[in-house]
């Protein structure tokens, strides 16, 4: 029962303690609160009156000044511990004394005179509810840390509020039961209960570290701007953030001075007998009215006027109901009297009080949660400083201005009661025309602050760098020689281009192991071009070892540099049966001048050697002749050979850019080629790629236009007219996919693993949106604007999201920005649907399998494959599932992977419907599916006859597996479709010491796999296992034995299978340098096959 009350305010396991410790402390601050308003506003108005009523608000603003700004200045210079104590501790013994008082000096209401006591009461009401909120909220902002804040304020501030409200209206209740029976009864009240904050507070202080959030680092570089009061009307934006504050406060105090008197003279207590019942329980009704209001409006117009109006209406809101009223106040009292108590003063009596009950609620939750956001632009190291002082000392100076005036008002003597009124007017007046200038002020402040923040970015962000080379020359700027290292082979396999120059960057390292690897490549890929370099570098080389591995270097590239190309002997090479002749001659053919030896490189371009046809490749990229580019475009769908041919084409530059784009259009072209085409593009960037990738922006295949939007990004791409307006519908589209995708994911069930997994799709879904959404707004904006919006939200606090979406709001348009701050904003997912739904039409589903079958059909555009099989593979496992024409119609997809699987549900919900549909397929097809579903007739141990997982199946086993887990599942899903499932006997040696490594990975699926290493240690990989991924870029040769403890199921990847998948998605680059970087991972996975 309590874990599901504090699961209803926000609360999670583990939170119970500190949730009940302050809900306990909000309790006895709201009853204590509420109980000392209605005694010190009963008894002033039953014993001093109006009469001192300016005087109070006075001495109030005096006292307030002094109160906050001693509060500020304390917690700057001491532990926030000793001041919430020593606040609580003074708080309770000036209420206990007070009580103490009254009770000695035998205080009697009927007395004649002058009442200090209930002056005292009602003067120091603002300041100690100003420095108990202050207090409380410190103490919530110090235990919790943003995230948490953000999900418990709401249960905290509603717990606070409920008690305050439950205590205004138990008031004439406890009158009726003679608890109360005297107004200063209510003391005693309030002594009580902030007693219990007292000794909440000392609970908290004992049990959890206040002060650690407080310390200030002792580090001469950390400069932090003093601001003093000054800054406060020197600086034009500060200024006008207290002018507005005092002409709000001000207003309220006019208002309530106007609510008081109005009172005083509708509630007249009786100076004989005392009786101030009938006053208390009306302003017991009324304080709870505001508190009930004021939970409402926070409730359930705070979001629509801020969200759907802004902020300067907000501000705006509060002062045009304070107009109304006091209009229509001002209209009631010329009409039937406002001085003295008659039938007709009830008319100006309740414009009054309805003004004061609105007014208040709208100024407690409304402008000031719109106003907190005007502090978003202050740096945030100065901003809390600076809104304590405006919020704190400025609002009481306010109050201190408002009090004089009335003092001062009160002088003329033509001034009457309803002349305040006016005066209220005035102030509204200017409040509604300050809210305009200071909104304005802070578009200006939002863009004087990120023009700031742009100019710290030193003109990164204006493009998208986080592609594969980037990354890979990132890696290359770490002082760890081992991650240095695994870069450079992993360039080599990626950009081998660019390799030579790269390995001459470090043959002057600090570390060896860096200048032998530079070296032995050098000579290893014949180099000579990088021969004049090494000659002057080997001379200041101190080490024996590097000198010898240098020295070799250099005797290779002389015997290279000195060949004589002739084409007998070029011939011999070429034609030659040892690979290393072949090898030796594309080396060599770097040096081609004449048109004559071209033939001989284009036949080593198709050998069947891979080595042999890499090290053609790369010759042809460092030549840069248009006669190899057609046999260069070929290669690029082969998995052994697409990342050359892709560096090679790249090395041409944009002069490529014809042939390759002709390539693209021919019928029948191999979708990688076309997206190998679109990538090469946008690595080579210039006009020209722009143009022709822009050309292909409708073309109607998801993967060709997500890596088209990538190239441009790369390019930094700039939309303009029709391009921009292309590219907002693309925004608004993705927005939709975002909004189509929540309300799918709250009907998707978190019952059994494979609803998780749907769960965890779409996760990945929304994410790939939420970036694309990004990458977009950076072509029709400044990019680097967007990046500082990206990066505020990504901080994912309450501030920093909030800030990010204002400045967007700066220079996005109008009709695109509420769309974006829907889903932008940092909301629960059902507040972002409801705000998403008046844009985009809600979907509706009839259950969960009606849910699936629409995920099914739904357009590849707007949803990928992965999560669609996830949802053809969770309907087979439904029971009482029929067979739909959706599941039939997928049998003649285009995409194997979507046949597969949905062959597969068809097969497993009727045997006969299967067979039936599959009929209709092309032999080979159905012959091949038949093998991948259907169950062997005659059970045999042969690796021919067992049946292999689902290319789906694989992906979720995957997905289970650590260092497969932050890839998202539709790459997983293209990496498992290149995976070779292999059974192997008890007993048998899988791979020996030396042999070769071209398929190094092995991930056990069942049974154990034995590592003996060189050392004579060994291991077991258990089920989920993997073994091999640290060869990935170390070596060709195994360096252990792999044997079989059981009969086992393994999955198999080749190398060039892994660096072609690995090259053609960006988040798989930092995978496999994450994979090679760190310790082998030996932690066993749930298997999901039990």
């Known amino acids: 029962m309590l874990q599901s009350f504090l699961a209803f305010l926000g609360g999670k396991p583990g939170e119970e303690k500190t949730m009940l410790l302050l809900l306990g402390k909000g309790f006895f601050m709201g009853v204590f609160l509420a109980t000392y308003l209605v005694g010190a506003e009963t008894l002033f108005i039953s014993t001093v009156g109006k009469e001192y009523l300016d005087d109070a608000f006075f001495i109030t603003g005096i006292l307030g000044v002094i109160t906050t700004a001693l509060y500020v200045y304390i917690q700057k210079r001491s532990n926030f511990s000793t001041l919430v104590v020593s606040n609580a501790f003074l708080t309770f013994l000036f209420i206990a004394l007070l009580r103490a008082a009254f009770w000695y000096f035998d205080y009697n209401q009927t007395d004649k005179g002058f009442h200090v006591l209930p002056f005292i009461l009602f003067v120091m009401n603002g300041p100690i509810s100003a420095i108990t909120l202050l207090g409380f909220w410190g103490i919530f902002g110090r235990i919790f840390d943003l995230k948490q804040a953000k999900r418990t304020i709401g249960g905290i501030d509603t717990g606070q509020l409920t008690a305050t409200m439950l205590a205004f209206f138990s008031i004439p209740l406890l009158t009726r039961l003679h608890i109360v029976d005297e107004t200063y009864d209510l003391l005693m009240i309030s002594a009580v209960s902030a007693f219990g904050v007292l000794l909440l507070t000392i609970w908290i202080v004992k049990d959890y570290n206040l002060d650690s959030a407080t310390k200030i680092r002792q580090d001469d570089t950390f400069k932090v701007r003093e601001v003093s009061y000054k800054d406060l009307f020197r600086d034009k934006y500060m200024r006008m953030l207290c002018l507005f504050m005092v002409f709000s406060m001000s207003s309220a105090v006019f208002a309530n001075y106007l609510y008081i008197s109005a009172t005083e003279i509708m509630y007249p207590v009786d100076r004989e007998t005392g009786d101030d019942t009938e006053l208390r329980n009306f302003l017991s009704f009324a304080n709870a009215a505001v508190m009930v209001l004021s939970f409402i409006i926070q409730s359930f117009i705070n979001d629509i006027i801020i969200g759907r109006f802004g902020l300067r209406v907000s501000l705006m809101v509060m002062p045009l109901v304070l107009g109304l009223f006091t209009i229509g106040a001002i209209f009631s009292g010329h009409m039937f009297g406002y001085e003295e108590k008659t039938d007709e003063f009830l008319f100006f009596f309740i414009f009054l009080v309805v003004g004061k009950v609105f007014t208040s609620s709208l100024k407690d939750a409304l402008e000031n949660p719109a106003f907190k956001l005007f502090f978003l632009p202050f740096d945030v190291k100065i901003r809390f400083d600076i809104q304590s002082r405006i919020e704190g000392v400025v609002n009481q100076i306010a109050i201190l201005v408002a009090g004089g005036l009335q003092i001062g008002l009160g002088l003329l003597a033509f001034f009457e009661l309803i002349h305040y009124a006016y005066f209220i007017l005035v102030l509204a007046v200017f409040i509604i025309y300050y809210a305009g200038k200071l909104y304005i002020e802070y578009k200006s402040q939002l863009l004087i602050t990120l023009e700031d923040q742009k100019i710290k970015l030193k003109g990164a962000g204006t493009k998208n760098d986080q592609n594969t080379i980037n990354i890979i020359k990132k890696e290359l700027r770490r002082r760890d020689p081992d991650r240095i290292l695994n870069a450079l082979k992993l360039m080599e396999k990626m950009e081998p281009i660019l390799l030579d120059f790269s390995l001459l960057d470090f043959i002057r390292s600090e570390h060896k192991d860096l200048r032998l690897f530079a070296y032995n490549r050098l000579g290893f890929l014949m180099s000579f071009n990088t021969l004049d370099i090494l000659e002057r570098e080997i001379k200041k080389e101190e080490d024996a070892e590097v000198r010898g591995v240098a020295a070799e270097t250099i005797e290779i590239l002389h015997e290279l540099e000195d060949y004589e190309l002739t084409e007998l002997g070029i011939k011999k090479l070429v034609r030659s049966t040892e690979t290393t002749d072949r090898?030796?001659?594309?080396?060599?053919?770097?040096?081609?001048?004449?048109?004559?030896?071209?033939?001989?490189?284009?036949?080593?371009?198709?050998?069947?050697?891979?080595?042999?046809?890499?090290?053609?490749?790369?010759?042809?990229?460092?030549?840069?002749?248009?006669?190899?580019?057609?046999?260069?475009?070929?290669?690029?769908?082969?998995?052994?050979?697409?990342?050359?041919?892709?560096?090679?084409?790249?090395?041409?530059?944009?002069?490529?850019?014809?042939?390759?784009?002709?390539?693209?259009?021919k019928t029948g072209q191999h979708l990688d080629t076309m997206v190998r085409i679109v990538q090469i593009m946008g690595k080579v960037g210039g006009r020209t790629a722009i143009e022709m990738l822009w050309k292909k922006i409708e073309f109607p295949d998801k993967n060709i236009i997500s890596e088209l939007l990538l190239s441009l990004s790369y390019i930094g791409f700039e939309a303009k007219d029709f391009q921009a307006a292309r590219i907002r519908l693309a925004i608004e589209s993705t927005i939709s996919d975002l909004a189509w995708n929540i309300k799918a994911l709250q009907d998707v069930p978190e019952e059994d693993f494979f609803d998780r997994m749907i769960h965890t799709a779409f996760a990945e879904e929304n994410k790939k949106n939420f970036d694309l959404i990004f990458m977009l707004l950076s072509m029709i904006y400044d990019a680097q604007s967007i990046k500082l919006v990206r990066d505020n939200i990504d901080l994912g606090t309450t501030d920093s999201v909030s800030f990010g979406i204002e400045m967007l709001d700066i220079f996005v348009d109008e009709n695109l920005k509420p769309k974006l701050s829907s889903v932008l904003d940092d909301l629960p997912d059902e507040e972002k649907l409801k705000k998403l739904n008046n844009y985009f039409p809600p979907e509706n589903f009839e259950d969960y399998s009606d849910l699936l079958l629409q995920i099914v059909n739904r357009d590849y555009n707007n949803i990928n494959k992965y999560t669609k099989c996830l949802a053809i593979y969770k309907l087979s496992k439904i029971r009482g599932q029929q067979v739909t024409n959706d599941l039939i119609a997928n049998l003649f997809n285009p995409d194997y992977m979507m046949v597969q699987t949905a062959a597969a549900a068809i097969y497993k919900l009727d045997h006969e419907t299967y067979q039936y549909h599959t009929k209709r397929l092309r032999p080979a097809l159905k012959k091949k599916l038949d093998k991948d579903i259907v169950p062997p007739v005659f059970k045999t141990n042969e690796e021919g006859y067992h049946q292999k997982l689902?290319?789906?199946?694989?992906?979720?086993?995957?997905?289970?597996?650590?260092?497969?887990?932050?890839?998202?599942?539709?790459?997983?899903?293209?990496?498992?479709?290149?995976?070779?499932?292999?059974?192997?006997?008890?007993?048998?040696?899988?791979?020996?010491?030396?042999?070769?490594?071209?398929?190094?990975?092995?991930i056990v699926l069942k049974g154990q796999l034995r590592v003996d290493y060189e050392d004579g240690t060994s291991r077991i990989i258990e089920e989920r296992g993997i073994v091999g991924h640290k060869m990935i870029l170390s070596t060709d040769r195994y360096a252990y034995n792999l044997t079989t403890e059981t009969e086992c199921l393994l999955l198999t990847i080749g190398k060039d299978e892994l660096y072609d998948a690995v090259s053609r998605n960006v988040e798989m680059v930092d995978g496999i340098l994450t994979i090679v970087n760190e310790s082998e991972i030996e932690e066993e996975e749930e298997s999901i096959f039990i």
């Open 583 to 665: 090898i030796y001659a594309a080396r060599v053919l770097t040096k081609l001048d004449d048109d004559k030896f071209v033939p001989f490189l284009t036949e080593l371009l198709r050998d069947i050697n891979p080595s042999v046809r890499r090290a053609a490749i790369t010759t042809a990229g460092k030549l840069k002749r248009p006669e190899f580019w057609n046999v260069l475009i070929e290669n690029l769908h082969i998995p052994a050979y697409s990342n050359y041919a892709d560096s090679a084409l790249i090395a041409s530059g944009e002069t490529v850019f014809y042939a390759i784009d002709s390539a693209f259009y």
């Open 950 to 1002: 689902l290319i789906i199946e694989r992906t979720i086993m995957l997905k289970q597996i650590e260092i497969f887990k932050g890839i998202p599942g539709v790459i997983l899903l293209e990496l498992s479709s290149r995976f070779d499932e292999i059974k192997v006997a008890n007993n048998t040696t899988v791979a020996e010491i030396g042999d070769s490594g071209s398929m190094p990975v092995y």
